[in-house]
């Protein structure tokens, strides 16, 4: 069974500082995806970032970044420049060949000025 | 469309009467997933549809629980004899036929159960 575990229930950055959300996995499947979606008040889910495990390249989008270490089973998602549109939760998430996606139990994060 | 739509937004239903929440993929997306979210936790995985064919139920909490998809578009949950348990958030998401693509999420009907 895959589990998805997110240590840090909230963290807090000041606007244009960088911050990072952990995340660790545990999956018996040798091919499979990795996500971050963020979770505004409006409840939906909205894709940040996602890393294909056989790729060794950590993936980026705009300020978004992961870090992304496979024999440790981390997934790691560093946010740059931070604004304070990102305040939110955000979900680590796990998908195998079944595509279904097991998730953690989420980082709130919180932007202050 | 241009998102996946999910109807009703709220819904709230007393103890033991059936629910029904519809869900409209993004058109074209063969895979729709329905999840559970409860209140302060990550969504959990129910049911997935490829096209009309339903492939895995293995999330549904009960056997009062009931999906369908009948002609591989429109996706309807339905939820017998409610229980106060019951009360969550049901997210939506569809994705393309390729294994991997990103899930793309609705706006989520938030039951309550009285």
């Known amino acids: 069974a895959q589990t998805v575990t997110q240590s840090q229930p909230e963290m807090s950055v000041q606007e244009a500082e960088t911050v990072t959300l952990s995340c660790t996995y545990d999956?018996?499947?040798?091919?499979?995806?990795l996500f971050w979606y963020k979770q505004p008040p409006s409840r939906q889910m909205i894709l940040v970032i996602r890393?294909?495990?056989?790729?060794?390249q950590n993936a980026t989008e705009n300020r978004f970044s992961v870090n992304f270490q496979k024999a440790a089973k981390s997934f790691s998602l560093k946010i740059s420049d931070s604004q304070l549109g990102d305040a939110a939760m955000y979900f680590c998430a796990e998908a195998g060949t079944a595509s279904k996606l097991t998730f953690g139990t989420g980082t709130r994060l919180q932007v202050t000025l | 469309g241009a998102g996946v739509s999910q109807s009703p937004r709220y819904k709230v239903a007393k103890r033991g009467q059936d629910v029904a929440l519809r869900c409209d993929p993004i058109?074209?997306?063969?895979?729709l997933f329905w999840y559970q979210q409860a209140l302060g936790q990550g969504p959990e995985f129910l049911t997935y549809?490829?096209?009309?064919?339903?492939?895995?139920k293995s999330g549904l909490p009960s056997d009062r629980f009931f999906a369908e998809r009948p002609e591989g578009s429109v996706s309807t949950l339905k939820i017998q004899r409610t229980q106060q348990e019951d009360s969550a958030v049901y997210l939506c998401a569809s994705s393309s036929d390729r294994v991997g693509q990103p899930q793309h999420f609705g706006d989520g009907t938030r039951l309550s159960i009285l």
């Open positions: 549809f490829q096209n009309e064919a339903q492939l895995d």
């Open positions: 999956t018996s499947e040798s091919d499979y995806y």
């Open positions: 890393q294909e495990a056989y790729k060794q």
């Open positions: 058109s074209g997306h063969v895979s």
